[in-house]
RNA sequence: CGGGGCGUAGCACAGCCUGGUAGUGCGCUCGGUUUGGGACCGAGAGGUCGGAGGUUCGAAUCCUCUCGCCCCGACCA
């Protein structure tokens, strides 16, 4: 491509509405232009990225017994039903109605449609395993687009889907797509872990989330150095040292504690207790299988609740803390006066079915001190399972740095930020099941198709290649997503022998298989040099005042060193470098 | 959904409080000088001041409504 034609709308200075590196850059480079909230339109430097990433993918996919489909945006909504999730999932989901007044929506996954294809088209189990995939568009209808390409309601997805016999199967199928996308990851350049997370709404057993540390992400990882043990914080368990408690008392025994509301402030109440030896009791209003339940939630005073692993912990859609008003319906006291003692016989008495939820470390406590659920009243010489009897224990703590690793005796965790980019699941039989996809066995049984489901966020990928290659002066392209393998910037294109030389210098490079770009603007060199910097092409050829001497000079872009190279050995040289390995 | 902020030229912003000719820098066009890290001089083009309604002789400026965008929180497959 010849510059002085090709549309690169670089800028000069930060656009204000840019607050993530990676998001400044992609507008400042000319990759991106804004069309609302969380859509962009990609511009030809972008797109050529964008294309790169996507032959990896297709690549690595096809290197896995994958094979390309391309299924329909736009849904109708009977799909859904027949799965339920057109019940199940909220507002995330953009839904519109024809002109027939049909119930239509816009894919935010294709579980359901490719789920029935198969369920038309696979009979027997002599056609499984069968490896499906396609690259995308989707639509999510966020709450909160931000951050540039990161958090997009229409992006572009490349997701598969796996078709197994068994449950062995869809382990062989699950580690081949890992081992892919181990793959992907490592050609598009990024630094990235595999982490234990939450399946949310997606349903099944295991999933593993692929991550790219970089602070501009929002989740939350912990890692062990030690063992290697990663997990994001919605499913990271750690191991904390137990509190030895006192025999208690026979029963627990209520105390006045006027003005006293937070944890923090019994700690220092004359007659209160350490923050270890409170029991916190949180109210949230969970919704369950479309249903409201109140729900209390107890942890030990000096830890925190992790929401997400209370609505896994309930088989919850959603979760919300309760209003201050529907706090005092149920059980007669502000917050700062709750807890678990009696909880269920009063709300029962306001006609209400509360479900008591209590976190591990809470297990065979006694003598513990909380909300007496009356105002400015505790209670002391709590038996969690004597006075409280909870519904249920899990795990609804979240971790912290420096606590023990829950795999190894030696390491502590640290926590991370890392922004998801890929995610990939064993769905088990959920939507074959609820959709009615089955195979013959080879002695003749129907059973339900095993199935698993793969996605990587192709902007996410570009994103955080950004985030994690780039310097003052813009974006350091990993060579293999590079829109460019290389520039040639001519200084001074007015000046016959050069841009001859850089023309020809240009027709060689393709012909030898890179892709190109010849600087040829009638700028001034510190403008292209700037922009060449700014648009992260890995190699510079300059083509300048040495050329009478047959050099040119070779500079690269990631550690900004330069050589001078002979005219008739750079050709050579730079395909060399283009191909050899990040 | 709660809190905060912002919509004025392609971009970044000033002007608004205290109503009276719509400005600055970058970019763009033309001419000239320059030419290896975002040049300089001169001359230009470019704006229904997000939209609607109201107050007023007069509204970018004051009032009401509305749309949009950004940030924090909540949420997130």
């Given at each position: 491509m010849r510059w002085s034609q090709y549309f690169i709308?670089?800028?000069?200075?930060?656009?204000?509405?840019?607050?993530?590196?990676?998001?400044?850059?992609?507008?400042?480079?000319?990759?991106?232009?804004?069309?609302?909230?969380?859509?962009?339109?990609?511009?030809?430097?972008?797109?050529?990225?964008?294309?790169?990433?996507?032959?990896?993918?297709?690549?690595?996919?096809?290197?896995?017994?994958?094979?390309?489909?391309?299924?329909?945006?736009?849904?109708?909504?009977?799909?859904?039903?027949?799965?339920?999730?057109?019940?199940?999932?909220?507002?995330?989901?953009?839904?519109?109605?024809?002109?027939?007044?049909?119930?239509?929506?816009?894919?935010?996954?294709?579980?359901?449609?490719?789920?029935?294809?198969?369920?038309?088209?696979?009979?027997?189990?002599?056609?499984?395993?069968?490896?499906?995939?396609?690259?995308?568009?989707?639509?999510?209808?966020?709450?909160?687009?931000?951050?540039?390409?990161?958090?997009?309601?229409?992006?572009?997805?490349?997701?598969?889907?796996?078709?197994?016999?068994?449950?062995?199967?869809?382990?062989?199928?699950?580690?081949?797509?890992?081992?892919?996308?181990?793959?992907?990851?490592?050609?598009?350049?990024?630094?990235?872990?595999?982490?234990?997370?939450?399946?949310?709404?997606?349903?099944?057993?295991?999933?593993?989330?692929?991550?790219?540390?970089?602070?501009?992400?929002?989740?939350?990882?912990?890692?062990?150095?030690?063992?290697?043990?990663?997990?994001?914080?919605?499913?990271?368990?750690?191991?904390?040292?137990?509190?030895?408690?006192?025999?208690?008392?026979?029963?627990?025994?209520?105390?006045?504690?006027?003005?006293?509301?937070?944890?923090?402030?019994?700690?220092?109440?004359?007659?209160?207790?350490?923050?270890?030896?409170?029991?916190?009791?949180?109210?949230?209003?969970?919704?369950?299988?479309?249903?409201?339940?109140?729900?209390?939630?107890?942890?030990?005073?000096?830890?925190?609740?992790?929401?997400?692993?209370?609505?896994?912990?309930?088989?919850?859609?959603?979760?919300?803390?309760?209003?201050?008003?529907?706090?005092?319906?149920?059980?007669?006291?502000?917050?700062?006066?709750?807890?678990?003692?009696?909880?269920?016989?009063?709300?029962?008495?306001?006609?209400?079915?509360?479900?008591?939820?209590?976190?591990?470390?809470?297990?065979?406590?006694?003598?513990?001190?909380?909300?007496?659920?009356?105002?400015?009243?505790?209670?002391?010489?709590?038996?969690?399972?004597?006075?409280?009897?909870?519904?249920?224990?899990?795990?609804?703590?979240?971790?912290?740095?420096?606590?023990?690793?829950?795999?190894?005796?030696?390491?502590?965790?640290?926590?991370?930020?890392?922004?998801?980019?890929?995610?990939?699941?064993?769905?088990?039989?959920?939507?074959?099941?609820?959709?009615?996809?089955?195979?013959?066995?080879?002695?003749?049984?129907?059973?339900?198709?095993?199935?698993?489901?793969?996605?990587?966020?192709?902007?996410?990928?570009?994103?955080?290649?950004?985030?994690?290659?780039?310097?003052?002066?813009?974006?350091?392209?990993?060579?293999?997503?590079?829109p460019f393998d290389v520039v040639v910037t001519v200084t001074n294109i007015k000046d016959e022998q050069l841009r001859e030389t850089g023309e020809k210098l240009y027709k060689d490079l393709q012909r030898a298989g890179l892709d190109a770009l010849l600087d040829d603007r009638d700028e001034r060199a510190g403008v292209k040099f700037k922009d060449a910097d700014?648009i992260?092409i890995p190699y510079r050829l300059t083509i300048g005042k040495k050329v009478a001497d047959g050099l040119v000079e070779l500079f690269e872009r990631?550690?900004?060193?330069s050589e001078d190279v002979k005219l008739g050995e750079i050709v050579s040289r730079v395909q060399k470098l283009a191909?050899?390995?990040?």
């Open positions: 709308p670089t800028l000069r200075q930060d656009p204000a509405d840019a607050e993530v590196v990676s998001h400044k850059l992609l507008l400042r480079a000319g990759l991106i232009r804004q069309l609302g909230a969380g859509i962009y339109s990609y511009l030809p430097i972008a797109q050529r990225v964008a294309l790169k990433v996507m032959q990896i993918l297709r690549e690595e996919m096809n290197r896995v017994g994958g094979q390309e489909f391309y299924l329909p945006a736009l849904h109708p909504a009977e799909i859904w039903k027949e799965s339920g999730r057109w019940e199940a999932i909220g507002a995330d989901m953009f839904r519109l109605r024809d002109r027939k007044d049909a119930d239509m929506c816009l894919g935010m996954t294709h579980e359901e449609i490719f789920t029935s294809i198969a369920r038309n088209e696979l009979r027997s189990y002599k056609q499984l395993p069968q490896v499906w995939y396609q690259i995308q568009v989707k639509f999510r209808d966020e709450p909160r687009p931000k951050s540039g390409l990161m958090r997009l309601r229409t992006f572009i997805m490349k997701d598969a889907y796996t078709f197994d016999l068994d449950a062995a199967g869809l382990d062989k199928s699950f580690a081949d797509q890992r081992e892919a996308y181990k793959r992907i990851f490592t050609r598009c350049g990024l630094n990235f872990a595999i982490v234990e997370a939450s399946s949310g709404s997606m349903g099944g057993s295991t999933s593993n989330e692929f991550v790219a540390k970089t602070d501009a992400g929002e989740d939350l990882i912990a890692t062990c150095a030690n063992c290697g043990y990663a997990a994001n914080l919605e499913k990271a368990t750690s191991r904390v040292p137990t509190v030895a408690d006192d025999n208690g008392l026979s029963s627990p025994e209520e105390f006045p504690t006027p003005g006293v509301r937070t944890i923090e402030d019994l700690t220092t109440f004359p007659g209160g207790a350490t923050a270890d030896r409170q029991v916190k009791s949180l109210v949230y209003v969970a919704t369950i299988k479309n249903e409201q339940q109140p729900v209390l939630a107890l942890l030990r005073g000096d830890h925190q609740l992790h929401e997400t692993k209370l609505a896994d912990s309930l088989g919850a859609t959603f979760v919300r803390t309760a209003h201050p008003e529907e706090i005092r319906e149920l059980l007669g006291a502000g917050a700062g006066s709750l807890g678990g003692v009696g909880a269920r016989v009063r709300a029962k008495e306001a006609n209400f079915q509360l479900y008591l939820i209590a976190d591990l470390a809470l297990r065979d406590r006694r003598g513990m001190t909380t909300g007496a659920n009356k105002d400015d009243h505790h209670l002391r010489g709590v038996d969690i399972e004597r006075d409280i009897q909870p519904d249920t224990w899990a795990d609804l703590r979240s971790v912290a740095s420096g606590e023990n690793c829950p795999r190894c005796d030696q390491g502590t965790l640290e926590v991370y930020k890392a922004m998801e980019i890929g995610h990939i699941f064993k769905l088990g039989t959920k939507y074959s099941e609820s959709m009615g996809a089955t195979v013959l066995t080879q002695d003749g049984k129907e059973v339900p198709i095993v199935m698993g489901s793969y996605g990587i966020g192709v902007e996410r990928i570009i994103t955080a290649a950004i985030e994690q290659n780039h310097d003052a002066d813009g974006i350091i392209w990993p060579k293999t997503i590079a700014l992260g990631r550690t900004k060193t191909l050899a390995g990040l």
